[in-house]
């Protein structure tokens, strides 16, 4: 069965710390994997995506994520995380034989003190 | 680019009543989702929408629910003898087809006393 899962459900950083957050993957065949954000009251947000190609994958706000294919990874990274990224964080993916339908992870919440 | 809109965003009713859910999608997107999403869980497929066509259904979807999307723009979302369970968030995304991002709505929270 397609699944995701996410390793951490609530971080705790202090701002100007360093941010990685994991995801891992069960998927046959090809995969489209994204990272979504939703801020306190607002809905999910695309953050980046990856669907080919380099796989490190750069999207808004500084974040990032890189695909590791042998240990179907997709973490996702911010050097220097700021009191305005807290919100919750979901990796999710699609692929197999039903590309569009998104399998979601459980979400990690991350708050970060000013 | 207007966002996906949900309407109501918030649906308080009594066990056993109907309720319908409305998204209008991003126009000129083809694809329509739905999703639910329960307290401190991922949003879970439902189903989705190729233009008017309803290509997929998740085995969460009893046949107490039914969506529809009649013209291929927006969609509705019944729920018929809303049981405890029920109580969620519905989400609606769109995309301009299967390999393009979602974009999502605010949702609808239902409540079930």
């Known amino acids: 069965a397609q699944s995701v899962s996410q390793h951490n459900h609530h971080v705790i950083l202090s701002e100007a710390a360093s941010l990685e957050l994991g995801c891992n993957y069960s998927?046959?065949?090809?995969?489209?994997l994204f990272w979504y954000v939703q801020y306190p009251g607002q809905h999910l947000q695309l953050l980046l995506k990856?669907?080919?190609?380099?796989?490190l994958v750069k999207g808004i706000k500084g974040f990032e994520a890189e695909f590791i294919k042998s240990k179907f990874s997709f973490n996702l990274r911010k050097p220097s995380v700021q009191w305005s990224d807290t919100a919750e964080y979901f990796c999710?993916?699609?692929?197999?034989?039903?590309?569009?339908?998104?399998?979601f992870g459980q979400g990690t919440i991350l708050t970060v003190h000013p | 680019d207007t966002g996906v809109s949900q309407n109501p965003r918030h649906k308080i009713t009594k066990r056993g009543q109907n309720v319908t859910f409305r998204c209008d999608p991003i126009?000129?997107?083809?694809?329509l989702y739905w999703y639910r999403q329960t307290l401190g869980q991922g949003p879970e497929f439902l189903t989705y929408?190729?233009?008017?066509?309803?290509?997929?259904k998740s085995r969460l979807l009893s046949d107490r629910f039914s969506a529809e999307r009649p013209k291929g723009s927006f969609s509705t979302l019944e729920i018929q003898r809303t049981e405890q369970g029920d109580s969620a968030m519905y989400l609606c995304?769109?995309?301009?087809?299967?390999?393009?991002?979602?974009?999502f709505g605010d949702g609808t929270r239902l409540s079930i006393l």
């Open positions: 995304a769109s995309s301009r087809g299967g390999n393009q991002p979602q974009h």
């Open positions: 998927y046959g065949g090809t995969v489209n």
């Open positions: 990856y669907f080919s190609g380099d796989p």
């Open positions: 999710a993916a699609a692929g197999g034989t039903s590309y569009g339908k998104l399998t």
């Open positions: 126009s000129e997107h083809n694809r």
């Open positions: 929408f190729q233009n008017e066509a309803q290509l997929e």
